[in-house]
């Protein structure tokens, strides 16, 4: 600014006679009422510092000649809309004359503003301070000596206060029309300034309003602004503008303003560009381009997502088992109160607001655990997230005990209740004897007292008479207690205690706590049928009934099937019933690229006394998918000390751990059938896995070659063609496997590469498993319209991921003189009929035009000319997006989306059937000779059909 004054300080004024700088006084009087301020138009000082023409009295009444208070000299060289601003209070009455003057070589003064008798008059009388500005750019633009001043007289017979000034300014004002932005002050814009700030709406909602953005006009010249409105570009419908209030012209010194609002119709970005034709000097044109743009999304919905701990703890899935994980308690004593909480955090990862209800347990051991949903919010908005903790405090003495976190919520892509499994092994710690009973060993069955021997292995099944006794079972005392267990030698009972044979050799009367004792028994039946007995022992556990009573039976037989089942051929393993997944069975680590493991042979034998008959082995269970049956050579009949056999290989297709088992039903006598396998492996990937994500490692997940929509985290936005790149987006690739990745560095291709910029500045061709490296890009278009180009990198991930991967990315060009589409949209067809021909239009931008589809492709019997006509004949019926593309003489182009609906043809039906006559009436339209040709055809072998039924 060249020059101000605040008057708290003596600048060079040249005063006359009745003015002075001082402080005001507040004066007052009355006949005619009259005043001057109490205090300075200076908020910022307190000295109330001014000048002014008989400061705190009247100016003199009848006085001859004029008195003048004149300004420095101020250097308005560099000047281009040189502007004069103070603030006024000012009394003047009818009869005395007062001015503002300005010189640029101080002799020649030239009337800026007066009032005198000869130019009519009325009474002015200030009670406030108002700010007055003026132009003085044709005498004070390029000078160097400028000055201003202010005089009274000659003054009539009326009093007044005359002359108050403050913050006298000379500047330079810039245009004459300025245009800001947002709430006051606001931000000032340019003519045909680039999208950005409040003028880029964002994401809107379809067919909702967003919030009003106000724009502020302020008249920087000297004369009234008067103001045209009117709209232009591709979606000017989806921008209303708010003229309430309104001044239009603009009067000097002043301001107004207006709002627009953004209201998409469809989805994508929507522009519009407000076109202000104006009479304002200083300024390029007569046209103020405001540009406006958002982007119409789908109705905002939450998403839930559950993770482990905090907000970037591991994802729990739906019903997701707690083995592994922190949710598995582990082992906790009865008495020893809850154990330490484990959070789990409910998230909002969508758009909109996700309605939850608070939390509770099920299923049976729910009370077992003890859930904390204080501060659970039910109610979270997008990106908002609340939580519960949950920890395990069991009254009861049982491994297993399990329960779920139920959260019943709104998200309709997710179950709800969304169910989170926990478990937790209930134990004591006994400070007395306690006696623990397994059956087959130390890891087998536990045995209650008086428990029923069906299903058990207590059940000895069919035995021949006088063929000896059965394999021994044995019997297993542990002592789980702090003292010593005294038991009693265990002895037979019940009605058949002869047909077993009961052995003690070893058995120990008194077990040590931890320690442990046992005796067998087994089945030697004497006589045909079904034989039951017991066998007691005597015990000092306070806890458990003593005696205790161990049933046992077993079937009397003449002859029988006996089965063997061995894991590893004749030599191999025996199993029992079931047999678990251990040894040979489970077959450890596999890369799921490997292909099938060494297969193990199941070998079954017949060593009873009669022929045995098997059923074919079968998979089940949730793995089942991953192992591999071979029953070539397996025969179902297996002859009295004969065997046949079949094998079973692991082959993962995916990562993790896999159970399942193969069953073989069977006639065999003394057990139980089917004879049940189990066997377990777990899939690995020894491989780098590349994964890439749009803006965080969290981001969402891009796969290669991806299209990228409008809107989406691979879109680079909108930029005028002169106002640079946009702001960058940024890639994240992540090593989801379990060695190390090694990348290429990232290169653009594609039609329009050179208009985008990558930025690998810290990104890194070496990433460790589990970490992740970054690039960004930008766009910086050169031409208008949809920009298209790919990021390509190679890796060296094996799990069939193409390589070199493509990342998709797309920006935009904009300007308001840029080339646009003007067709709306397209007739409907039907198959079989020549279709209207279509010339599409276009205006703006350079002509010639060259026409294009774009990412997309016309049903089968349609062209599209590079002159811009559609013609042809539609081979196919249904309803078709299609987008069109046009490009001008410069290279900018502009892109529609337009929906073409394709008829069945009159004769002939639909790919997707139809009812209807055979024929068509002359109002359905005519069809080719082909057409007709092939519906007689089609109506005759109607006929011979009809005939032969």
Request: aromatic share 8%; net charge negative; with cysteine.
């Amino acid at each position: 600014m060249p020059f101000s004054d605040n008057f708290s300080t003596d600048k060079g004024w040249q005063l006359g006679t009745t003015w002075t700088r001082g402080a005001t006084t507040g004066y007052s009087a009355a006949g005619p009422t009259r005043a001057e301020p109490s205090q300075d138009a200076t908020a910022s000082s307190s000295d109330n510092m001014i000048i002014g023409d008989t400061i705190g009295g009247d100016y003199p009444i009848n006085q001859s000649q004029t008195y003048w208070a004149v300004s420095p000299m101020v250097n308005c060289t560099t000047a281009q809309n040189a502007r004069l601003r103070f603030s006024r209070w000012l009394g003047n009455a009818i009869g005395t004359s007062i001015y503002i003057q300005i010189s640029n070589n101080g002799t020649t003064w030239n009337t800026v503003w007066e009032q005198t008798p000869a130019g009519g008059q009325s009474t002015i009388m200030d009670t406030a301070w108002t700010t007055f500005t003026y132009n003085i750019s044709q005498w004070a633009n390029g000078f160097a000596t400028v000055q201003i001043r202010f005089g009274v007289g000659p003054t009539g017979a009326n009093p007044h206060v005359g002359w108050s000034i403050d913050n006298f300014e000379i500047y330079d004002g810039g245009p004459d029309m300025e245009v800001r932005e947002g709430p006051a002050p606001g931000t000032v814009i340019t003519n045909n300034q680039a999208v950005s700030g409040l003028r880029q709406f964002g994401s809107q909602q379809v067919s909702t309003s967003s919030a009003a953005v106000t724009f502020t006009i302020t008249n920087n010249g000297a004369t009234n602004l008067g103001i045209t409105f009117s709209e232009q570009g591709a979606n000017p419908g989806d921008f209303t503008a708010n003229f309430t209030g309104f001044t239009n012209p603009i009067p000097p010194g002043q301001s107004s303003s207006f709002t627009y609002v953004f209201y998409p119709t469809a989805l994508g970005v929507r522009s519009c560009t407000a076109v202000l034709t104006h009479n304002a000097g200083g300024t390029s044109g007569q046209q103020f381009l405001i540009n406006l743009e958002g982007t119409g999304v789908a109705a905002a919905v939450g998403v839930l997502e559950v993770r482990l701990g905090t907000t970037t703890g591991p994802v729990i899935a739906h019903q997701q088992s707690p083995t592994g994980t922190p949710r598995d308690f582990g082992n906790q004593d009865i008495g020893a109160g809850p154990t330490a909480s484990l959070t789990i955090t409910i998230m909002n990862t969508g758009t909109g607001p996700l309605n939850l209800t608070v939390p509770d347990l099920g299923p049976t051991w729910w009370n077992q655990f003890v859930l904390d949903t204080t501060g659970f919010a039910t109610t979270l908005a997008a990106g908002a997230s609340t939580s519960v903790t949950i920890a395990f405090d069991p009254n009861v003495v049982q491994n297993g005990l399990d329960s779920f976190i139920r959260i019943p919520h709104t998200d309709a892509t997710q179950t709800s209740p969304y169910e989170v499994p926990v478990i937790g092994n209930g134990t004591t710690t006994v400070t007395t004897p306690q006696a623990t009973v397994k059956e087959g060993s130390m890891a087998g069955p536990t045995v209650t007292h008086n428990q029923a021997a069906a299903g058990t292995a207590r059940d000895f099944g069919g035995q021949i008479v006088s063929a000896g006794p059965t394999a021994a079972l044995s019997i297993f005392i542990s002592n789980t207690g702090s003292q010593a267990l005294t038991l009693g030698t265990p002895t037979k009972g019940g009605t058949h205690a002869s047909d077993f044979v009961l052995s003690t050799t070893g058995f120990s009367t008194s077990v040590a706590p931890g320690g442990n004792t046992s005796f067998t028994i087994a089945f030697d039946p004497t006589s045909v049928g079904v034989k039951n007995a017991t066998v007691t022992f005597t015990h000092n556990d306070p806890g458990a009934t003593s005696p205790f009573t161990i049933n046992v039976t077993g079937t009397g037989i003449t002859t029988a099937a006996v089965i063997v089942v061995k894991a590893g051929g004749a030599a191999g393993t025996t199993l029992t019933n079931p047999a678990p997944a251990t040894g040979a069975l489970n077959f450890g680590n596999l890369d799921i690229n490997a292909g099938p493991s060494t297969a193990v042979v199941i070998y079954i034998e017949n060593t009873g006394t009669a022929s045995m008959t098997l059923g074919t082995p079968a998979l089940a269970g949730a793995g089942a998918p991953h192992f591999v049956l071979n029953t070539a050579g397996y025969s179902t009949t297996v002859a009295v000390g004969a065997n046949t056999s079949f094998t079973v290989a692991f082959d993962p297709s995916t990562i993790g751990a896999k159970t399942a088992n193969v069953s073989v039903t069977h006639n065999a006598s003394g057990t139980a059938t089917p004879f049940v396998i189990n066997v377990a492996g777990n899939g690995i990937l020894n491989s780098p896995i590349v994964e890439v994500r749009e803006g965080t490692a969290t981001g969402t997940v891009v796969t290669s070659g991806a299209v990228a929509t409008s809107g989406g985290g691979r879109d680079c936005g909108s930029v005028d063609v002169a106002a640079g790149a946009t702001s960058p987006i940024t890639i994240v690739i992540v090593n989801a496997g379990n060695q190390p990745m090694t990348l290429g560095t990232p290169t653009l291709t594609g039609p329009e590469a050179s208009q985008f910029a990558l930025d690998t500045a810290g990104f890194s061709t070496t990433v460790a498993a589990g970490a992740s490296t970054q690039l960004t890009v930008t766009c910086n278009p050169t031409a208008v319209g949809t920009k298209d180009a790919q990021i390509e990198f190679t890796h060296n991930d094996t799990s069939g991921t193409p390589s070199p991967f493509i990342v998709p990315v797309i920006g935009r060009g904009t300007s308001a003189t840029g080339v646009q589409i003007l067709t709306a949209s397209l007739p409907s067809g039907a198959m079989g009929t020549s279709f209207s021909t279509v010339n599409f239009s276009a205006n703006q931008g350079t002509a010639p035009y060259a026409w294009s589809m774009y990412k997309s492709t016309l049903p089968a019997g349609l062209t599209l000319s590079a002159s811009g006509v559609l013609s042809g004949i539609p081979a196919v019926s249904g309803s078709f997006s299609i987008a069109v593309r046009v490009t001008d003489a410069g290279g900018g182009t502009d892109e529609r989306n337009y929906t073409l609906v394709i008829a069945g043809s009159p004769l002939l039906p639909t790919a997707g059937g139809g009812g209807g006559g055979a024929c068509a009436s002359q109002s359905e339209g005519n069809l080719g000779p082909l057409a007709a040709l092939a519906a007689l055809l089609a109506l005759l072998a109607g006929v011979r059909v009809a005939r032969r039924a």
